[in-house]
T-cell receptor, first 114, second 108 residues
Framework: EAGVAQSPRYKIIEKRQSVAFWCNPI?????LYWYQQILGQGPKLLIQ????????DSQLPKDRFSAERLKGVDSTLKIQPAKLEDSAVYLC????????????FGSGTRLTVV | AQRVTQPEKLLSVFKGAPVELKCNYS??????LFWYVQYSRQRLQLLLR??SRESIKGFTADLNKGETSFHLKKPFAQEEDSAMYYC??????????FGSGTKLNVKP
């Protein structure tokens, strides 16, 4: 099966600029996640979608981050305006859900804010 | 609150030596635990899950509810095992909580 696709792979922006990331999950996976992984840390959940509805966005900095999942398939994550501390790898993952199922991760987008 | 702790940031062993990567968790319900691995320049990928009690690439992990641990073990490390290893807890609503990771360095 095709994996989770993410783009772009790398992005460098100046602080206060805006940026958007795109994710295409595995076909049929109802659950989609965005994680932020800061250097030296484990992934931290930003937002979780079930189909096109938000299940959990409690750790999403909503003053600057937004995400949507159109038609329950692709998803975009946006940061506006970016801060230096947003420099991280942004990982998208999808899952069938259910007992015993793990995630399948995309390759991530490495964001550098200068 | 759900939490996953990996106390070692770096673990260095020689090829052929036994390896144990530690993972402790905190969770009030019945936990599902996983190990993920990230090789250099590759994406994060599932290594094994406790529910299937499998051995992958020679690695095993046993869930110890009494000690709230899920340590990853391999009797004889290989150089190709060098990678970042993340322990993860699956909580409510299929949400995963990750530890901070342990970098395994297997020396020749």
């Amino acid at each position: 099966e095709a994996g989770v696709a993410q783009s772009p792979r790398y992005k460098i922006i100046e602080k206060r600029q805006s940026v958007a990331f795109w994710c295409n999950p595995i076909s049929g996976h109802a659950t989609l996640y965005w994680y932020q992984q800061i250097l030296g840390q484990g992934p931290k959940l930003l937002i979780q979608f079930q189909n096109n509805g938000v299940v959990d966005d409690s750790q999403l900095p909503k003053d600057r981050f937004s995400a949507e999942r159109l038609k329950g398939v692709d998803s975009t994550l946006k940061i506006q305006p970016a801060k230096l501390e947003d420099s991280a790898v942004y990982l998208c993952a999808s899952s069938l859900g259910g007992e015993g199922y793990g995630y399948t991760f995309g390759s991530g987008t490495r964001l550098t804010v200068v | 609150a759900q939490r996953v702790t990996q106390p070692e940031k770096l673990l260095s062993v020689f090829k052929g030596a036994p390896v144990e990567l530690k993972c402790n968790y905190s969770y009030s319900g019945s936990p599902e635990l996983f190990w993920y691995v990230q090789y250099s320049r590759q994406r994060l990928q599932l290594l094994l899950r406790h529910i299937s009690r499998e051995s992958i690439k020679g690695f095993t992990a046993d869930l110890n509810k009494g000690e709230t641990s899920f340590h990853l073990k391999k009797p004889f490390a290989q150089e190709e095992d060098s990678a970042m290893y993340y322990c993860a807890l699956k909580g409510n609503f299929n949400k995963f909580y990750f530890g901070s990771g342990t970098k395994l360095n297997v020396k020749p």
